[in-house]
């Protein structure tokens, strides 16, 4: 029973003591499918409040905003409600990562029979959806506005 008792106590030391272990640098995944400016605004107010948070403390931190589905009007240059604070946000921050799905561009022309011009800060991807599970799998810290 002391055997048991001393293996416990000394599991329950290491927990108690064991930091969280962060990637170094920090990453962050900002997942926007919604087209709400609201939300548009909050997943930047993140990502600028996560850039200051890290440069404050003279460490780095990877951020990407990700969009898909009606999210994706975030990055559109027809559409975005946010474009000027796009195009300021990244000539601020070289750690910021805009990513456009592929399907949602295909999907909205086919749909509409137009081009989808996207924002020149604008980086596309296959899919949205897969690139938040690469960014995951890859020890991006995911959040969602």
Known sequence: MALQ???AAC???IVLTSAPVWA?????A????????STMN???NNAANIEKYYADKGEEVAIEIVTYGPGLHMLRADTSPVKDRIAEMAL????LTFSACLNTVEAMKQKTQKDVPLLEEASVVPSG???LMELQSEGYAYLRP
């Open 5 to 7: 008792g001393g293996l």
């Open 11 to 13: 599991a329950l030391a």
């Open 24 to 28: 170094d640098p920090a990453k962050v």
């Open 30 to 37: 900002i997942h926007v499918d919604e087209e709400n400016v």
């Open 42 to 44: 909050m997943a930047l």
């Open 92 to 95: 601020m921050y070289d750690n």
């Open 129 to 131: 959806a897969v690139r």
